[in-house]
Nanobody, 123 residues
Framework: QAQLVESGGGLVQAGGSLTLSCAGS????????LAWFRQAPGKEREFVAR????????YYANSVKGRFTVSRDNPGNRLSLQMNSLKPEDTGVYYC????????????????WGQGTQVTVSS
């Protein structure tokens, strides 16, 4: 059974950094494009970053470009999100997701989801 488990969330002051991790089991990471989404209270889930199966191609939401870096370790079945210069508007539950080559910014194109990890950025 495929499972994704996020970790690394927490409370941080504005301007600080956090690194999120997502560990996969029951699926071969190499076969999937991976992404991070987030959901703030009262808002819809939104795309944050995506990385291709090889790691060669990455895409970011404009709101996080230049501050966040997505990376993957296929042999280790692990996805990471390095978040720098955090802002209060980055607050939310962060989810990792796995989908096929055509998975993009739309959350409905992803097949597997983690349970999420809370990130809170205080001003």
């Amino acid at each position: 059974q495929a499972q994704l488990v996020e970790s690394g969330g927490g409370l941080v002051q504005a301007g600080g950094s956090l690194t999120l991790s997502c560990a996969g089991s029951g699926l071969t990471f190499l076969n999937y494009a991976l992404a991070w989404f987030r959901q703030a209270p009262g808002k819809e889930r939104e795309f944050v970053a995506r990385i291709s199966w090889s790691g060669a191609t990455t895409y970011y939401a404009n709101s996080v470009k230049g501050r966040f870096t997505v990376s993957r370790d296929n042999p280790g079945n692990r996805l990471s999100l390095q978040m720098n210069s955090l802002k209060p508007e980055d607050t939310g539950v962060y989810y990792c997701a796995a989908g096929d080559t055509y998975s993009d910014y739309d959350s409905s194109t992803y097949d597997y989801w983690g349970q999420g990890t809370q990130v809170t950025v205080s001003s």
